[in-house]
C-alpha cells in the first residue's frame, strides 16, 4: 500500500520512473532535452533502482566524478549494458583507470600530439574542398552523407595510411560497434566488428615490421623507458581511433551544422566575425558545435568506495552515468541561454571531450577537421536553412545524425 512506502523509498520510486526513459534507446532518437533539464531540477543525482544506477545531470557533479578516476573507476565498464564487467584486458583505453591509463596515454599521446596533427591540415583542407565543392547553392543537400560522413573516415584513412577507397569500409565497422546506430542484426554487426580488428590488427602487426609514414608506424615505434605497447594493445588504440575519431566528429560536424540552420542569422554573423577575426570566431564556433552536439552522449563510472555526490551517498560498487549532453545545457554554467545555439559563445566549458584524466585524446584533430570544414562552407556559401526532417540514431551512446538535409545559399 502506498501508505507503507517510506519518503525515501517513494524518492527513488519517482526517480526510476523519471530516468526510465534514458534506458530505452528509441528516447534518444526524438528530443531527450526536456527530459535533461527535469533532471536538473528535480533530481539532478538521480537513482534507478532497476540498473542500480546513479545518473549525474549537472555540469558540477560530471565534472567532479570525471576528475576522480580513483573514486569512480572506468574498469568496470563505461556503459550500462556493461554493469557488472570488469576488464583484465581492455577493450579500450576508455576502460582503464590510473596507473595503466597513464601508461597508455603517455605511449600513445605522441601520436596525437598538436604539432602531428596541425601538419595534416593541407590534406584535410584538399579532402574538405573537394566534398564542398559537389555541393551547389539553393539545392537540398544531405550534410551527414555528403560532408560528415565522408570527411572524418578520408582522414582517418590518411592517418591510417591505407587506400582512400578503404573509407566506406571502416564506416560500416564504425555503425557495427555503437549500440543503437543502425538495426543489423547482431550477427552482421558481430561478423563486422571481428574483421574490424583483425584488420586493425594485421595492419599494426604489418607496420611493426615495415614502418611507414603514418600513426601506425609513429604509435608501434613509441617508447617510454623501454615500454612500448605490444601488437594487441596496438590493434585497440587503432580501433578507438577509427570508431571514436569518427564517430564523434562526424555528428559535431552534422549536429553543428543543425545548431547553424536553426537559428536564422547566425551563420551570416559568424561570417562577419570571421573576417573580423579568423583566428577566434572559428575555433569558438567549433567549441559551440562541440557543446550543441555533444557527441558522447552519456558514459559511466563505477564507485570505488561509498561517497557523497550531490548531496546523496553513492554506494560502493554503484554504476554512476554521467550524462554529457545535460551537463552541457546546465543554465547554471551556460546561463539563460543554455538552449540555444550560439556559435560566438564565450567562454564555453563544455563536458562534449569529457574531462579529467579521460579528455579525449584525439580533440585537437577533431577542432582542426570542424575548423576548416567551417572555413571552406564559409568560403563558399552565405547562408545554411533547414530543408526537411531530421533523422537521429536511437542510441544512447552517440547523438547521432542518420540525415540532415538543408540548403546553402550563394554568397
Not at 549536429?255 to 540552420?261: I, K, T
Amino acid at each position: 500500500m502506498a501508505d507503507d512506502v517510506s519518503p525515501s523509498a517513494a524518492s527513488t520510486e519517482g526517480e526510476t520512473n523519471l530516468t526510465a526513459p534514458l534506458l530505452d534507446p528509441s528516447f534518444y532518437a526524438d528530443d531527450p532535452f526536456p527530459l535533461y533539464a527535469r533532471l536538473r531540477a528535480e533530481a539532478p543525482v538521480a537513482r534507478n533502482d532497476t540498473l542500480g544506477l546513479w545518473v549525474v545531470s549537472r555540469h558540477a557533479e560530471v565534472v567532479a566524478v570525471s576528475r576522480d578516476p580513483e573514486t569512480f573507476c572506468s574498469s568496470k565498464g563505461i556503459m550500462t549494458f556493461e554493469i557488472g564487467s570488469a576488464y583484465a584486458t581492455p577493450p579500450t583505453m576508455m576502460h582503464t583507470d590510473p596507473p595503466d591509463h597513464t601508461r597508455y596515454r603517455t605511449l600513445v599521446q605522441p601520436g596525437f600530439r598538436p604539432t602531428y596533427m596541425r601538419a595534416l591540415e593541407p590534406g584535410i583542407r584538399a579532402r574538405a574542398r573537394a566534398l564542398v565543392d559537389r555541393i551547389e547553392p539553393g539545392v537540398p543537400v544531405d550534410v551527414v552523407s555528403e560532408l560528415a560522413v565522408p570527411l572524418p573516415l578520408q582522414v582517418i584513412s590518411d592517418l591510417l595510411g591505407v587506400p582512400e577507397d578503404e573509407w566506406p569500409r571502416f564506416f560500416r565497422w564504425s555503425e557495427a560497434v555503437i549500440p543503437g546506430a543502425t538495426d543489423w542484426p547482431e550477427e552482421e554487426r558481430a561478423q563486422l566488428s571481428m574483421e574490424m580488428v583483425t584488420y586493425l590488427l594485421e595492419a599494426a602487426a604489418d607496420r611493426r615490421a615495415s614502418p611507414r609514414d603514418d600513426i601506425i608506424s609513429e604509435l608501434g615505434a613509441a617508447e617510454v623507458d623501454g615500454d612500448r605497447l605490444t601488437d594487441a594493445e596496438l590493434g585497440m588504440v587503432l580501433v578507438q581511433l577509427l570508431v571514436a575519431g569518427n564517430e564523434t566528429t562526424r555528428n559535431m560536424m552534422s549536429g553543428g551544422l543543425l545548431g547553424f540552420a536553426g537559428v536564422p542569422g547566425e551563420w551570416e554573423r559568424l561570417a562577419e566575425r570571421s573576417d573580423a577575426s579568423v583566428n577566434r570566431a572559428l575555433p569558438l564556433a567549433v567549441e559551440e558545435m562541440l557543446r550543441w552536439t555533444t557527441p558522447v552522449v552519456a558514459f559511466m563510472r563505477t564507485a570505488t568506495r561509498e561517497v557523497e555526490l550531490g548531496g546523496r551517498t553513492i554506494g560502493a560498487d554503484d554504476p554512476v552515468l554521467m550524462l554529457y549532453a545535460s551537463a552541457n545545457r546546465d543554465e547554471s554554467v551556460f546561463g539563460p541561454t543554455a538552449d540555444t545555439f550560439d556559435s560566438g559563445r564565450d567562454p564555453n566549458p563544455h563536458v562534449a571531450f569529457g574531462f579529467g584524466a579521460h579528455f579525449c585524446i584525439g580533440a585537437v584533430l577533431a577542432r582542426v577537421e570542424g575548423r576548416i570544414l567551417l572555413e571552406e562552407l564559409l568560403a563558399r556559401f552565405g547562408s545554411i536553412e533547414a530543408a526537411g526532417p531530421v533523422v537521429r540514431t536511437a542510441s544512447p551512446v552517440i547523438a547521432g545524425v542518420k540525415s540532415a538535409p538543408v540548403v546553402f545559399g550563394a554568397q
